[in-house]
């Protein structure tokens, strides 16, 4: 028998992210984690559908002086991120002086993404919570404390304010995060039950 422990579900990097094994990022080099940020099983970001080099605006004359590569980032999340199984993450893509580009994707602190879920939002801020088997449309545009009920289809192009609730197909807002409701969208009790070292969660 060898005595080597059994190799995790999950990647474990230095900074805490939790990256299972069958989850696909492909593009890795275009991927940016803030940190502490779960991927589960068959997850998928597409990290190659990066902005074309013709397409992109000119650089300032005091980068390209430096010689800085310019910025190719195609996904980048921030900390306490929980994508769950199944969702697809993708950057949003058009048509930007006759050439076909994609736009990056970003995302905030605390954001979770439900089973099954697709996302080509523009941006997504902190503390956002994507239910399961929602559609987020490309360039949508989400702002902190949003609440995305299971299922709901945001629309292209859709910018949903702070605090909002929204559902159904197309997604509209439908209510209002309450005041005593944050506490709600922090992931770090849900970050600690995944990974090859799981804690229960706190009663």
């Given at each position: 028998m060898s005595r080597r422990p059994p190799r995790g579900e999950y990647i474990e990097t230095d900074t805490g992210n939790k990256v299972a094994r069958k989850a696909t990022l492909v593009g890795t080099q275009n991927i940016m984690l803030g940190g502490k940020t779960v991927i589960q099983p068959d997850v998928m970001i597409r990290g190659d559908l990066t902005r074309?080099?013709?397409a992109a605006a000119p650089q300032p004359a005091s980068q390209s002086a430096t010689g800085a590569p310019?910025?190719?980032t195609?996904?980048?999340?921030?900390?306490?991120?929980?994508?769950s199984r199944g969702c697809c993450l993708?950057?949003?893509?058009?048509?930007?002086?006759?050439?076909?580009?994609?736009?990056?994707?970003?995302?905030?602190?605390?954001?979770?993404v439900g089973p099954g879920s697709v996302v080509q939002a523009a941006s997504i801020g902190s503390h956002v919570h994507i239910g399961a088997q929602a559609v987020v449309g490309e360039f949508?545009?989400?702002?902190?404390?949003?609440?995305?009920?299971d299922g709901a289809v945001v629309p292209p192009n859709m910018v949903i304010p702070s605090f909002?609730?929204?559902?159904?197909?197309?997604?509209?807002?439908?209510?209002e995060v309450p005041e005593g409701g944050l506490e709600a969208f922090e992931l770090r009790d849900l970050y600690?039950?995944?990974g090859n070292n799981p804690q229960p969660v706190p009663p």
């Open positions: 074309t080099v013709h310019p910025n190719n195609a996904v980048s999340i921030g900390r306490y991120c929980f994508l993708r950057p949003p893509g058009r048509l930007y002086k006759g050439v076909f580009t994609y736009m990056p994707l970003r995302m905030g602190d605390h954001v979770f949508a545009i989400i702002k902190d404390y949003v609440r995305i009920l909002s609730i929204v559902a159904g197909q197309p997604a509209r807002l439908i209510g600690k039950t995944v």
